[in-house]
Protein backbone atom coordinates (compact mmCIF):
# COMPACT_ATOMS: atom_id res chain seq x y z
CA UNK A 1 0.00 0.00 0.00
CA UNK A 2 1.38 3.42 -1.03
CA UNK A 3 0.88 6.64 1.25
CA UNK A 4 1.05 8.99 -1.52
CA UNK A 5 -1.69 8.75 -4.12
CA UNK A 6 -1.99 9.85 -7.80
CA UNK A 7 -2.96 14.02 -7.64
CA UNK A 8 -5.37 14.94 -10.05
CA UNK A 9 -5.23 18.96 -10.93
CA UNK A 10 -8.96 19.77 -10.19
CA UNK A 11 -9.69 22.00 -12.99
CA UNK A 12 -5.71 22.86 -13.61
CA UNK A 13 -3.59 24.38 -11.54
CA UNK A 14 -5.96 26.84 -9.89
CA UNK A 15 -3.19 28.65 -7.55
CA UNK A 16 -1.39 29.89 -10.37
CA UNK A 17 -3.88 30.38 -12.99
CA UNK A 18 -8.19 30.45 -14.01
CA UNK A 19 -9.45 27.41 -13.61
CA UNK A 20 -10.51 25.20 -16.91
CA UNK A 21 -7.90 27.10 -18.88
CA UNK A 22 -5.60 26.23 -21.19
CA UNK A 23 -2.19 28.11 -18.93
CA UNK A 24 -3.92 26.25 -15.65
CA UNK A 25 -3.95 23.14 -17.86
CA UNK A 26 -0.01 23.80 -18.94
CA UNK A 27 1.20 24.77 -15.22
CA UNK A 28 -0.62 21.19 -13.77
CA UNK A 29 1.67 19.54 -16.20
CA UNK A 30 4.63 21.35 -16.12
CA UNK A 31 4.09 20.79 -11.86
CA UNK A 32 3.84 17.22 -11.85
CA UNK A 33 0.30 16.20 -11.81
CA UNK A 34 -0.63 12.66 -12.15
CA UNK A 35 -3.62 13.74 -14.06
CA UNK A 36 -5.95 16.39 -14.94
CA UNK A 37 -9.46 17.02 -14.51
CA UNK A 38 -11.86 19.22 -16.65
CA UNK A 39 -15.45 20.17 -16.72
CA UNK A 40 -17.50 20.46 -19.73
CA UNK A 41 -20.38 22.78 -20.87
CA UNK A 42 -22.59 23.03 -24.04
CA UNK A 43 -23.20 26.29 -25.75
CA UNK A 44 -26.43 26.71 -26.95
CA UNK A 45 -25.08 25.22 -30.54
CA UNK A 46 -24.14 21.93 -28.50
CA UNK A 47 -20.33 22.63 -29.01
CA UNK A 48 -18.39 20.82 -25.44
CA UNK A 49 -16.19 24.12 -23.99
CA UNK A 50 -14.61 23.53 -20.77
CA UNK A 51 -16.05 25.54 -17.88
CA UNK A 52 -17.83 24.43 -14.58
CA UNK A 53 -20.29 26.72 -13.97
CA UNK A 54 -23.94 27.18 -16.21
CA UNK A 55 -23.61 30.46 -15.72
CA UNK A 56 -20.57 32.78 -16.92
CA UNK A 57 -20.88 35.55 -13.99
CA UNK A 58 -18.30 34.42 -11.21
CA UNK A 59 -15.35 33.69 -13.64
CA UNK A 60 -15.79 36.35 -17.03
CA UNK A 61 -18.08 38.96 -14.61
CA UNK A 62 -20.33 38.96 -17.62
CA UNK A 63 -24.16 38.24 -17.48
CA UNK A 64 -25.18 34.51 -19.10
CA UNK A 65 -26.28 31.28 -19.40
CA UNK A 66 -23.92 29.09 -21.18
CA UNK A 67 -26.57 27.00 -22.96
CA UNK A 68 -28.17 29.77 -24.11
CA UNK A 69 -25.37 31.67 -25.67
CA UNK A 70 -24.65 30.89 -29.53
CA UNK A 71 -20.75 30.49 -30.11
CA UNK A 72 -20.94 33.51 -32.31
CA UNK A 73 -22.03 35.61 -29.86
CA UNK A 74 -19.27 33.92 -27.10
CA UNK A 75 -16.98 35.10 -30.23
CA UNK A 76 -18.47 38.43 -30.59
CA UNK A 77 -18.06 39.16 -26.61
CA UNK A 78 -14.51 38.11 -26.83
CA UNK A 79 -14.52 34.41 -24.79
CA UNK A 80 -13.91 32.14 -27.87
CA UNK A 81 -12.35 31.72 -30.12
CA UNK A 82 -9.09 33.44 -30.20
CA UNK A 83 -5.83 33.10 -28.67
CA UNK A 84 -5.11 32.09 -25.48
CA UNK A 85 -3.53 34.80 -23.63
CA UNK A 86 -1.76 34.38 -20.21
CA UNK A 87 -3.09 37.16 -18.52
CA UNK A 88 -6.33 37.33 -20.62
CA UNK A 89 -9.47 34.82 -19.90
CA UNK A 90 -9.90 32.48 -22.74
CA UNK A 91 -12.90 29.75 -22.98
CA UNK A 92 -11.13 27.10 -24.39
CA UNK A 93 -13.22 24.88 -26.19
CA UNK A 94 -13.11 20.94 -25.39
CA UNK A 95 -11.19 20.42 -28.56
CA UNK A 96 -8.70 22.96 -27.44
CA UNK A 97 -7.82 21.68 -24.08
CA UNK A 98 -6.98 17.78 -25.72
CA UNK A 99 -4.85 19.42 -28.55
CA UNK A 100 -2.91 20.95 -25.84
CA UNK A 101 -3.11 17.47 -23.71
CA UNK A 102 -3.02 14.83 -26.06
CA UNK A 103 0.48 12.58 -26.62
CA UNK A 104 1.43 13.83 -22.89
CA UNK A 105 0.35 10.07 -21.37
CA UNK A 106 -1.35 12.29 -18.50
CA UNK A 107 -4.62 10.61 -17.27
CA UNK A 108 -7.34 13.84 -18.19
CA UNK A 109 -10.99 13.15 -16.44
CA UNK A 110 -13.67 14.76 -18.65
CA UNK A 111 -16.54 15.49 -16.20
CA UNK A 112 -19.62 16.52 -18.11
CA UNK A 113 -21.70 18.60 -15.58
CA UNK A 114 -25.46 17.28 -15.23
CA UNK A 115 -26.83 20.81 -15.32
CA UNK A 116 -25.87 20.76 -19.25
CA UNK A 117 -27.62 17.24 -19.86
CA UNK A 118 -30.53 19.35 -19.21
CA UNK A 119 -29.91 21.59 -22.14
CA UNK A 120 -29.05 18.82 -24.41
CA UNK A 121 -30.18 15.22 -25.49
CA UNK A 122 -27.22 12.79 -23.34
CA UNK A 123 -26.30 10.76 -26.70
CA UNK A 124 -26.39 13.63 -28.64
CA UNK A 125 -23.88 15.65 -25.73
CA UNK A 126 -21.89 12.37 -25.50
CA UNK A 127 -21.46 12.05 -29.16
CA UNK A 128 -20.08 15.38 -29.10
CA UNK A 129 -17.92 14.82 -25.99
CA UNK A 130 -16.42 11.89 -27.55
CA UNK A 131 -15.61 13.25 -30.90
CA UNK A 132 -13.91 16.37 -29.82
CA UNK A 133 -11.86 14.61 -27.17
CA UNK A 134 -10.93 12.05 -29.58
CA UNK A 135 -7.10 13.44 -29.71
CA UNK A 136 -6.85 11.88 -25.61
CA UNK A 137 -8.96 9.11 -26.58
CA UNK A 138 -5.77 7.15 -24.95
CA UNK A 139 -5.77 9.28 -22.00
CA UNK A 140 -9.67 10.33 -21.21
CA UNK A 141 -12.16 9.13 -18.55
CA UNK A 142 -15.20 10.25 -18.89
CA UNK A 143 -17.02 11.19 -15.42
CA UNK A 144 -20.04 12.37 -14.65
CA UNK A 145 -22.61 12.76 -11.42
CA UNK A 146 -25.12 11.31 -14.41
CA UNK A 147 -24.47 7.57 -14.70
CA UNK A 148 -27.36 7.03 -17.90
CA UNK A 149 -24.54 9.73 -19.67
CA UNK A 150 -21.80 6.88 -18.79
CA UNK A 151 -23.96 4.05 -19.90
CA UNK A 152 -24.73 5.72 -23.52
CA UNK A 153 -20.39 6.73 -23.05
CA UNK A 154 -19.71 2.98 -23.02
CA UNK A 155 -22.15 2.07 -25.38
CA UNK A 156 -20.66 4.61 -28.34
CA UNK A 157 -17.00 3.70 -27.84
CA UNK A 158 -14.54 1.63 -25.62
CA UNK A 159 -14.04 4.40 -23.13
CA UNK A 160 -13.05 4.57 -19.81
CA UNK A 161 -16.06 6.31 -17.20
CA UNK A 162 -15.55 7.51 -13.36
CA UNK A 163 -19.10 8.06 -11.80
CA UNK A 164 -19.24 10.72 -9.22
CA UNK A 165 -21.22 9.66 -6.20
CA UNK A 166 -24.37 12.17 -4.76
CA UNK A 167 -24.32 9.95 -1.53
CA UNK A 168 -22.88 7.29 0.73
CA UNK A 169 -26.11 5.11 1.00
CA UNK A 170 -27.23 1.53 -0.36
CA UNK A 171 -28.64 2.75 -3.35
CA UNK A 172 -25.21 4.41 -4.73
CA UNK A 173 -23.69 1.12 -4.23
CA UNK A 174 -26.59 -0.58 -5.93
CA UNK A 175 -25.82 1.54 -9.07
CA UNK A 176 -22.07 1.46 -8.75
CA UNK A 177 -22.16 -2.04 -8.55
CA UNK A 178 -24.77 -2.44 -11.77
CA UNK A 179 -22.81 0.18 -13.49
CA UNK A 180 -19.18 -1.38 -12.72
CA UNK A 181 -17.27 1.89 -13.81
CA UNK A 182 -13.76 1.93 -13.64
CA UNK A 183 -13.54 4.71 -11.48
CA UNK A 184 -15.17 6.42 -8.50
CA UNK A 185 -15.32 9.70 -7.13
CA UNK A 186 -16.49 10.75 -3.88
CA UNK A 187 -16.86 14.12 -1.77
CA UNK A 188 -14.53 13.16 1.19
CA UNK A 189 -17.12 14.43 3.04
CA UNK A 190 -19.57 11.85 1.93
CA UNK A 191 -17.27 9.50 3.11
CA UNK A 192 -17.61 7.17 6.44
CA UNK A 193 -14.99 8.04 9.41
CA UNK A 194 -11.52 6.18 9.11
CA UNK A 195 -10.15 3.41 8.67
CA UNK A 196 -14.10 2.15 8.08
CA UNK A 197 -13.56 0.22 4.46
CA UNK A 198 -14.64 1.92 1.15
CA UNK A 199 -16.80 0.07 -1.23
CA UNK A 200 -14.86 -2.68 -3.13
CA UNK A 201 -15.70 -3.18 -6.91
CA UNK A 202 -14.14 -3.24 -10.14
CA UNK A 203 -13.22 0.46 -9.72
CA UNK A 204 -11.02 2.84 -8.23
CA UNK A 205 -11.44 5.28 -5.66
CA UNK A 206 -10.73 9.27 -6.43
CA UNK A 207 -11.63 11.43 -3.65
CA UNK A 208 -11.78 15.38 -3.62
CA UNK A 209 -11.45 17.72 -2.80
CA UNK A 210 -7.80 16.95 -0.55
CA UNK A 211 -5.34 19.79 -0.07
CA UNK A 212 -3.10 18.83 2.55
CA UNK A 213 -0.43 15.77 2.04
CA UNK A 214 -1.22 13.99 5.46
CA UNK A 215 -5.35 13.42 4.98
CA UNK A 216 -4.13 12.40 0.89
CA UNK A 217 -1.86 9.68 2.75
CA UNK A 218 -4.50 8.40 5.08
CA UNK A 219 -6.93 7.32 2.05
CA UNK A 220 -3.85 5.90 0.44
CA UNK A 221 -3.92 3.90 3.31
CA UNK A 222 -8.17 3.12 3.17
CA UNK A 223 -6.90 2.12 -0.84
CA UNK A 224 -7.76 5.59 -2.50
CA UNK A 225 -5.61 5.84 -5.66
CA UNK A 226 -6.33 9.28 -6.41
CA UNK A 227 -7.02 12.20 -5.06
CA UNK A 228 -8.44 15.71 -6.58
CA UNK A 229 -6.69 18.51 -5.17
CA UNK A 230 -6.84 22.55 -5.93
CA UNK A 231 -3.82 22.65 -4.10
CA UNK A 232 -0.13 21.55 -6.02
CA UNK A 233 1.62 23.64 -3.52
CA UNK A 234 0.84 20.99 -0.82
CA UNK A 235 2.98 18.70 -2.80
CA UNK A 236 5.27 20.25 -5.33
CA UNK A 237 6.85 24.26 -5.34
Known amino acids: MHDTPWLIAHRGDIERHTENTLPAFR ?4 RGADGIELDVQFTADGTPVVFHDRDLRRITGQRGCLAE ?3 AELARRGLRPG ?3 AEQFHLPTLSEACKLLAGTNTPVFVEIKTNALAHHRIPHAVDRVLQDSVLIASQRVIISFNDSALQVARSHARVAVGW ?3 DWDITCRERAEALKPDWLFCDEQLLPPGPAPLWTGPWAWAIYEINE ?6 LARRGV ?3 ETGRLSAWYR
Do not use: N, W
Request: proline residues 9%.
Open 27 to 30: SALD
Open 69 to 71: IED
Open 83 to 85: PAQ
Open 164 to 166: VLQ
Open 213 to 218: AGPAAA
Open 225 to 227: KAV
